[in-house]
């Protein structure tokens, strides 16, 4: 690996070096004062991030899809009904864990780079009584982002329970959770929190803690178990140790700094930011004449771009572009793996990062032979993030 190299993959990303530094802080015990300060600052921090201020915060050592069944496993009781929004790979991932937990799942899934219609999940939410709906913020796979505000008032509308996976979303995108609505919001480290991959984070709404403690039958995972892991979570938010499994020390210590620096910027100062690098990379992709999996441009996230190889050029481009110090993602999407890629920008990317990449791609293109006007890219980049 380039130690200079730009990691402009959706997760993990770039980070920032002094994340990775406090990394290598010697671990301290967990039940230290220190510790449980730094641990319970992290806490306090997830629920302003999270714009939830009266949530119940959880940090689990795992990776998103923890996250994942960490918010369903924990609502679900055999048979409940499970309504699943699918945007691309990630909501299939959602059914799984469902069924697993012994749900009913019925999934509405959206045409290829497009989000349902707010009437279509309406429609069907009114057709059945489901206690979860699952929502992918944004799915990683097609770089579609749904309506989420939109969603959760329908979800609270007809009762439901809504499930949003911000993993690729979290402190990139807007998202209110309290004042949407938004009842279990769970994301991963390793993408717009910009933390190394690791933890697991999920704040769970008052309406979806009274659910969990109306359950009648255990939850069909031990270590997923909020009831093993709330009192912790309260302990270290009251400034006192519990145990139940290990924290990930070393992590929480990096978490704890990226949580204060995303608050240091603001969240509507970074929402603000990560819409300046997508429109910037999007407008560079439409003057090279990439097309982009979402089929309209308020299906897309500002998290990540999905776009199309040019005419006669595949998987090849990425090779060309990483030997210019630049990483790219592959397709990932089962209908269109070898036909598109991916690139992401969040977290403490900067627009210069995306001239940079933008300058990678076209020059990659030439090294191909494509026809490209060198430059159009990036002044078209320069053009739509302003100054
Ligand atoms: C990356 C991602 C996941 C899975 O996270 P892992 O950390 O790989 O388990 C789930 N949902 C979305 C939207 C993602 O982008």
Same mark, same amino acid.
């Given at each position: 690996?380039?130690?200079?190299?730009?990691?402009?993959?959706?997760?993990?990303?770039?980070?920032?070096?002094?994340?990775?530094?406090?990394?290598?802080?010697?671990?301290?015990?967990?039940?230290?004062?220190?510790?449980?300060?730094?641990?319970?600052?992290?806490?306090?921090?997830?629920?302003?991030?999270?714009?939830?201020?009266?949530?119940?915060?959880?940090?689990?050592?795992?990776?998103?899809?923890?996250?994942?069944?960490?918010?369903?496993?924990?609502?679900?009781?055999?048979?409940?009904?499970?309504?699943?929004?699918?945007?691309?790979?990630?909501?299939?991932?959602?059914?799984?864990?469902?069924?697993?937990?012994?749900?009913?799942?019925?999934?509405? @899934?959206?045409?290829?780079?497009?989000?349902?219609?707010?009437?279509?999940?309406?429609?069907?939410?009114?057709?059945?009584?489901?206690?979860?709906?699952?929502?992918?913020?944004?799915?990683?796979?097609?770089?579609?982002?749904?309506?989420?505000?939109?969603?959760?008032?329908?979800?609270?509308?007809?009762?439901?329970?809504?499930?949003?996976?911000?993993?690729?979303?979290?402190?990139?995108?807007?998202?209110?959770?309290? *004042?949407?609505?938004?009842?279990?919001?769970?994301?991963?480290?390793?993408?717009?929190?910009?933390?190394?991959?690791?933890?697991?984070?999920?704040?769970?709404?008052?309406?979806?803690?009274?659910?969990?403690?109306?359950?009648?039958?255990?939850?069909?995972?031990?270590?997923?178990?909020?009831?093993?892991?709330?009192?912790?979570?309260?302990?270290?938010?009251?400034?006192?140790?519990?145990?139940?499994?290990?924290? =990930?020390?070393?992590?929480?210590?990096?978490?704890?700094?990226?949580?204060?620096?995303?608050? $240091?910027?603001?969240?509507?100062?970074?929402?603000?930011?990560?819409?300046?690098?997508?429109?910037?990379?999007?407008?560079?992709? @439409?003057?090279?004449?990439?097309?982009?999996?979402?089929?309209?441009?308020?299906?897309?996230?500002?998290?990540?771009?999905?776009?199309?190889?040019?005419?006669?050029?595949?998987?090849?481009?990425?090779?060309?572009? *990483?030997?210019?110090?630049?990483?790219? =993602?592959?397709?990932?999407?089962?209908?269109?793996? @070898?036909?598109?890629?991916?690139?992401?920008?969040?977290?403490? @990317?900067?627009?210069?990062?995306?001239?940079?990449?933008?300058? $990678?791609?076209?020059?990659?293109?030439?090294?191909?032979?494509?026809?490209?006007?060198?430059? *159009?890219?990036?002044? *078209? =980049?320069?053009?739509?993030?302003?100054?």
């Amino acid at each position: 690996m380039n130690e200079r190299q730009l990691l402009m993959i959706p997760g993990p990303i770039s980070f920032d070096p002094a994340v990775l530094r406090v990394m290598s802080t010697p671990t301290d015990s967990h039940v230290s004062a220190e510790f449980i300060e730094l641990f319970g600052r992290a806490l306090d921090d997830m629920l302003q991030v999270f714009l939830a201020p009266h949530g119940y915060p959880f940090v689990v050592a795992g990776s998103g899809t923890l996250a994942m069944e960490l918010g369903l496993a924990n609502l679900i009781e055999p048979g409940d009904r499970v309504l699943v929004i699918r945007t691309g790979v990630f909501g299939e991932r959602f059914s799984d864990i469902a069924r697993r937990q012994e749900a009913v799942v019925d999934e509405i @899934t959206a045409p290829l780079g497009e989000a349902p219609a707010l009437a279509e999940v309406e429609k069907q939410l009114a057709s059945a009584s489901y206690k979860v709906m699952t929502v992918t913020h944004v799915d990683t796979s097609t770089g579609v982002a749904a309506d989420a505000k939109g969603l959760a008032a329908l979800a609270r509308k007809h009762g439901a329970l809504m499930v949003l996976d911000g993993v690729c979303a979290t402190a990139g995108m807007e998202c209110q959770q309290e *004042a949407w609505g938004v009842d279990v919001y769970l994301t991963a480290s390793q993408k717009a929190i910009s933390v190394p991959p690791g933890l697991a984070l999920l704040v769970a709404s008052e309406q979806a803690m009274e659910a969990f403690r109306k359950r009648k039958s255990l939850v069909r995972s031990y270590y997923a178990d909020w009831g093993k892991w709330l009192p912790i979570m309260d302990a270290y938010r009251g400034r006192k140790a519990a145990y139940f499994g290990t924290p =990930a020390v070393n992590l929480i210590y990096a978490l704890r700094l990226s949580l204060s620096q995303i608050l $240091a910027e603001g969240m509507e100062a970074r929402f603000a930011r990560h819409l300046q690098l997508s429109d910037g990379f999007k407008a560079a992709a @439409t003057a090279l004449g990439l097309r982009q999996v979402p089929v309209r441009p308020e299906f897309g996230a500002a998290t990540l771009t999905a776009a199309y190889y040019p005419e006669g050029v595949g998987a090849e481009l990425l090779k060309k572009v *990483a030997d210019e110090g630049v990483i790219l =993602a592959g397709g990932l999407h089962p209908d269109i793996k @070898t036909r598109y890629f991916r690139v992401g920008h969040m977290g403490p @990317t900067l627009p210069s990062d995306i001239l940079a990449t933008v300058g $990678a791609i076209e020059r990659g293109l030439a090294a191909l032979g494509h026809p490209v006007e060198m430059g *159009a890219g990036v002044q *078209a =980049a320069q053009k739509a993030m302003g100054v």
